[in-house]
């Protein structure tokens, strides 16, 4: 079984700055891409970041020039930190990432989600 685990979620200012951690855990022979998503109320999931295992980073274009995605192959772990934070920030931030177990074939794996508030 394949585990991703967020933290680092809260209530923060307009401005203030946030640090997201994702683990991943369990039978886990690989890891290619990584990334993070984030659902508003009342809108669609959307991609904002993400990371190969390359460490080659894209972004939305909402988040752009804020937020950095980063990862660390020997924990498994990918960051988000998010500078210069919006109330439009405000979301349910899930992590993502490509997993090949014993399985020869790489699987998408979500984290449970992080709740990120942003106030004005």
């Known amino acids: 079984q394949v585990q991703l685990v967020e933290s680092g979620g809260g209530l923060v200012q307009a401005g203030g700055t946030l640090r997201l951690s994702c683990v991943a855990s369990?039978?886990?022979?690989?890891?290619?891409?990584m990334g993070w998503f984030r659902q508003a109320p009342g809108k669609q999931r959307e991609s904002i970041a993400r990371?190969?295992?390359?460490?080659?980073?894209n972004y939305a274009d909402s988040v752009k020039g804020r937020f950095t995605i980063s990862r660390d192959n020997a924990k498994n772990t990918v960051y988000l930190q998010m500078n210069s934070l919006k109330p439009e920030d405000t979301a349910v931030y899930y992590c993502?990432?490509?997993?090949?177990?014993?399985?020869?074939?790489?699987?998408?794996?979500w984290g449970q989600g992080t709740q990120v508030t942003v106030s004005s």
């Open positions: 369990g039978n886990i022979f690989s890891i290619n891409d």
């Open positions: 990371i190969t295992k390359s460490n080659t980073s």
């Open positions: 993502n990432a490509e997993i090949r177990t014993a399985v020869p074939v790489f699987k998408s794996y």
